[in-house]
């Protein structure tokens, strides 16, 4: 063989492995988009943990059949944009948000042919997430909770753990969801006040760190209850948020129980954590040929009420019987 065949040879076979490993399929890339961090190990990090375990039940690890690419907020929503942008730059095979309506909004605007799964929004018709929870259309699907409706519920179960309140404090991020929300929100909030003869006072907190100037104007106006509407901010610092509403003896109602197993009184909503479980369902899906369009927005079967008695015992609370019963679970 002449010298410059063999080099030539040479060549063609050092490239080959190159090419071949170009040609062979690589691994699925899930993007992450949180409204927290982006550590699944901690503490607060529930939403991630709990889509981690869903797809552990469909045969998925990470790093060896399917990577995770994850970005997260850490509770500033505005970078929702140029965290989606990131995801879309890296080109994903799909988006699950864990952040929201604003971070699902914000994958939605990034990319139109990016599947996107939402973990837990509110209404996504009228946020312009989906035309139809059947049949959604374009490239984005998932899980939604129809928070507004939650409002009036969860006031009326204040009522009767604390019957003789008159004014109940609402802790709430007005950024944390579309403008059309927040006013069905507080519409349905006042509807259902006024029902049960009780009095609002509307408690902003865009952040963890105006949480104790929130809790301050609650004891000024002297509040006998909380209420703290839902965002995946406050999520982020449960632990902190419990310790507060201790300190202030409030009776507080929560949207989520994680807060409830922390020291909270009681939460009533959706089991969130078991939402995005489920859209660990929808990545398989899409990542075995499906289409966004074709999988329908899923919403809860079920309410639950977690109650903590030792809590209810340490702000002297007597649970009626029949809350008791009618709780999903009771924590001593």
């Not at 059949?65 to 970078?79: D, P, Q, S, T």
């Not at 449960?238 to 129980?257: E, F």
């Amino acid at each position: 063989m002449k010298r410059r065949e063999f080099i030539a040879g040479i060549g063609v076979a050092a490239a080959w492995p190159i090419v071949a490993r170009a040609q062979q399929k690589s691994k699925p890339v899930i993007g992450i988009l949180n409204g927290g961090g982006v550590d699944p190990s901690e503490p607060r990090a529930w939403g991630l943990r709990a889509f981690r375990q869903g797809l552990r039940e469909l045969g998925y690890v990470e790093g060896s059949n399917v990577l995770i690419e994850y970005r997260g907020a850490e509770g500033k929503v505005e970078r929702f944009p140029i965290l989606a942008a990131e995801l879309v730059a890296l080109k994903v095979d799909v988006i699950v948000t864990t952040g929201g309506t604003l971070a699902a909004l914000a994958a939605k605007q990034a990319t139109t042919t990016v599947p996107v799964i939402f973990g837990a929004v509110g209404d996504p018709i009228a946020d312009g997430l989906v035309s139809s929870l059947a049949r959604p259309g374009g490239n984005v699907t998932g899980f939604s909770i129809v928070a507004t409706d939650l409002v009036g519920k969860c006031l009326e179960l204040l009522k009767q753990v604390v019957p003789e309140v008159s004014l109940i404090a609402m802790l709430w991020k007005p950024d944390s969801v579309p403008d059309r929300t927040n006013e069905d929100r507080l519409r349905e909030a006042g509807v259902s006040a006024q029902a049960l003869g009780l009095q609002l006072q509307l408690v902003e907190a865009r952040s963890v760190a105006d949480f104790d100037k929130a809790f301050l104007e609650i004891s000024a106006k002297g509040a006998g209850a909380l209420l703290v509407l839902p965002t995946p901010v406050y999520d982020s610092q449960p632990q902190r948020l419990v310790d507060l509403v201790a300190k202030y003896r409030l009776p507080t109602m929560h949207a989520n129980r994680y807060f409830v197993e922390r020291g909270g009184l009681m939460s009533y909503g959706p089991n969130v954590a078991d939402l995005y479980r489920r859209a660990a369902g929808y990545a398989d899906k899409i990542l075995k040929g499906a289409k966004p369009s074709d999988l329908p927005v899923e919403q809860p079967t079920k309410y639950e009420l977690v109650i903590n008695r030792k809590t209810a015992n340490a702000l002297g609370l007597t649970l009626s019987p029949m809350l008791l019963a009618r709780a999903d679970d009771v924590i001593e």
